[in-house]
């Protein structure tokens, strides 16, 4: 088959498109025919050499994949050959076939197309697990989703809006991104580089603060997170692009009753993961089957041009998703 091939660690012109041996499924897994795969910034952390897949998953990059089942595992009951399929993997989504757990995998609802399926597992499930699973956010007053134009911001917007409506949406972006993000039914937007957070937290929120903050920049934003929380405030750190040390005060943390939860998808117990997508397709899928909630798609490439996508999100100018496709393969 067909896959995106890393040469070595690097930059985007590392990936080659060439062959390698087809997989073939063991007892609790589907083989799935890819239609659609996604970019995600672990992707991107992963062809530089900073993130590799759990033991026993493909070395192929690619997290999610949407597709057709084209043969299963001897233990699998549910789904069978022909039928639509979306999963969350530990690798192999840039390739013609991937991989997929059955207890990792969902049906794809009727009216959602393949290539908005592709963009459904990896940043929505990180979305829900975080502001609802762990950060407990329905029905408190206010949230912080840092990033916004992101794929993972835009899932959480969409989440929020959806299945907690009461709650305040406020969300930072750069400059040129303002405008979308208040379009996707952000209450308050902040441009990051113009103002400072913290403040605008302040005054937004009449010196009370959020109850949870979805953060993926980690150090850098560590203090003034801390400032924007709540009492008893909730911050979900989920990447560390702005650093890995920081100084933080604990006693001010101890008064305030505030936690810190820091939480990776890709590296929990595949039962974990498990339990996690059960609840996700039960509370979440039937928005996008009902067309409550649709992916945004920013790009779309052919699986060859892995790397053309690879350089447009590391511009940052992207909002929403970018997609790789296998229907030129």
Excluded: W
């Excluded at 990180?126 to 329905?138: K, M, R």
């Amino acid at each position: 088959m067909k896959a995106i091939i890393l040469s070595k660690f690097g930059g985007p012109e590392v990936m080659q498109y060439g062959d390698v041996e087809k997989p073939s499924p063991g007892a609790d897994q589907l083989l799935v025919r890819v239609m659609y795969t996604s970019v995600n910034r672990p992707d991107v952390i992963q062809r530089m050499g900073n993130y590799p897949p759990p033991p026993g998953d493909s070395e192929i990059l690619g997290l999610e994949v949407a597709g057709v089942v084209e043969a299963t595992g001897d233990n699998t009951t549910r789904f069978q050959p022909g039928d639509r399929v979306v999963a969350l993997v530990g690798g192999g989504g840039y390739a013609q076939y991937a991989l997929a757990r059955e207890d990792h995998s969902m049906a794809i609802p009727d009216s959602v197309h393949f290539e908005q399926a592709a963009c459904i597992c990896e940043t929505y499930i990180t979305a829900y697990l975080n502001l609802f699973l762990l950060g407990e956010l329905q029905g408190r007053k206010s949230v912080l989703i840092h990033g916004g134009g992101g794929g993972v911001a835009t899932s959480a917007i969409q989440l929020c809006k959806a299945l907690s409506p009461d709650t305040e949406v406020i969300v930072t972006a750069s400059s040129g991104k303002l405008d979308r993000v208040r379009d996707q039914g952000a209450d308050h937007v902040i441009d990051y580089r113009e103002q400072d957070f913290a403040e605008e937290i302040r005054r937004i929120t009449g010196k009370r603060g959020v109850d949870v903050i979805l953060d993926h920049i980690g150090a850098q934003y560590l203090e003034s997170n801390m400032k924007s929380l709540a009492l008893a405030g909730t911050l979900m750190l989920i990447g560390v692009m702005g650093g890995i040390r920081a100084e933080l005060n604990l006693a001010t943390m101890m008064v305030k009753r505030q936690r810190i939860i820091g939480s990776v998808l890709r590296s929990r117990p595949v039962h974990e993961k498990a339990a996690i997508i059960d609840q996700f397709e039960t509370s979440v899928m039937p928005l996008f089957a009902a067309g409550t909630i649709e992916p945004m798609i920013s790009a779309r490439f052919p699986l060859r041009d892995a790397a053309e996508a690879h350089r447009l999100m590391e511009k940052g100018g992207h909002f929403g998703k970018i997609i790789l496709s296998n229907q030129d393969a």
